[in-house]
């Protein structure tokens, strides 16, 4: 089991931006895939992008173009910049991350670790 912790999270109004971070203690073993998944009230959560130790990155195509994942090994942290925000974007964001390079259903059900999660409220 990893530590991951999210924050960053806010309300804000749509066309706004925010930057999601997610600081882990430095197990390169447990983070070596990452990513971010969101939760919506009543909706099953989605994968939203995810990260792989080669930098490879993919997302959930309603977020192409407005949202950027990053990793920084050095600082032990993983990033989620985004821009543009949508009313349709307000959920429980959160960090997960995995053992293994994530190259499965994009879906988040192959992280094996999640944080706690961080709230973002976007109101048109």
């Known amino acids: 089991q990893v530590k991951l912790l999210e924050f960053g999270g806010d309300s804000v109004q749509a066309g706004a931006s925010l930057r999601l971070s997610c600081v882990h203690p430095?197990?390169?073993?447990?983070?070596?895939?990452m990513g971010w998944i969101r939760e919506a009230p009543g909706k099953a959560h989605e994968e939203v992008a995810r990260i792989n130790n080669d930098g490879s990155t993919r997302y959930l195509d309603s977020v192409k173009g407005r949202f950027t994942i990053s990793k920084d090994n050095d600082k032990n942290t993983l990033t989620l910049q985004m821009d543009s925000l949508k009313s349709e974007d307000t959920a429980t964001y959160f960090c997960a991350a995995d053992h293994n390079d994530v190259t499965g259903k994009f879906s988040g059900d192959e992280f094996r670790n999640w944080g706690q999660g961080t709230q973002v409220t976007v109101s048109s």
């Open positions: 430095g197990d390169s073993y447990n983070t070596v895939g």
